[in-house]
């Protein structure tokens, strides 16, 4: 027979462990929400305006739009709630602005604008990143 204490314990142990395993503080959530607001304000603010807007988007541009959209609405709701998995979806979204990056530069965009870009992912990535060490 399990002994009162022991269970009672155990229980104690395993909710603090989950508690802090998937809550971090509203700090955290202001880090997190700042980086997505400077890295992505920044991004946006040197895009230049499509050469063809009138044209349909690649399938890979529509791809990894959705990704990113997903990865900010994880994010998002996450942070909200306080979540651990905000920070994988910020770091998420900062690896999609990364291969965005690359894809444009694949696509024969050029322009100081995908480095801008290149660096903000990897700015989100990195600020996620250390946000999951120190959380």
Same mark, same amino acid.
């Given at each position: /027979?399990?002994?009162?204490?022991?269970?009672?314990?155990?229980?104690?142990? =395993?909710?603090?462990?989950?508690?802090? #395993?998937?809550? !971090?503080?509203?700090?955290? $959530?202001?880090?997190?929400?700042?980086?997505?607001?400077?890295?992505?304000?920044? $991004?946006? #603010?040197?895009? +230049?305006? +499509?050469?063809?807007?009138?044209? +349909?988007? +690649? %399938?890979?541009?529509?791809?990894?739009? %959705?990704?990113?959209?997903?990865?900010?609405?994880?994010?998002?709701?996450?942070?909200?709630?306080?979540?651990?998995?905000?920070?994988?979806?910020?770091?998420?979204?900062?690896?999609? /602005?990364?291969? #965005?990056?690359?894809?444009?530069?694949?696509?024969?965009?050029?322009?100081?604008?995908? =480095?801008?870009?290149?660096? $903000?992912?990897?700015?989100?990535?990195?600020?996620?990143?250390?946000?999951?060490? !120190?959380?």
């Amino acid at each position: /027979m399990v002994d009162t204490a022991q269970r009672t314990e155990t229980t104690h142990v =395993a909710a603090h462990w989950t508690r802090s #395993a998937v809550q !971090f503080g509203w700090t955290t $959530s202001a880090i997190g929400v700042g980086a997505w607001i400077v890295f992505l304000g920044i $991004s946006s #603010a040197v895009q +230049p305006p +499509p050469a063809a807007p009138a044209e +349909p988007l +690649p %399938l890979s541009a529509v791809v990894v739009g %959705l990704a990113f959209h997903l990865a900010l609405l994880g994010a998002a709701v996450g942070f909200g709630m306080r979540r651990r998995y905000a920070l994988w979806a910020t770091a998420a979204g900062g690896l999609i /602005m990364i291969g #965005a990056a690359v894809m444009c530069y694949l696509g024969g965009h050029t322009g100081t604008w995908i =480095a801008v870009q290149l660096a $903000s992912g990897v700015g989100l990535a990195a600020t996620s990143t250390g946000l999951v060490r !120190f959380s």
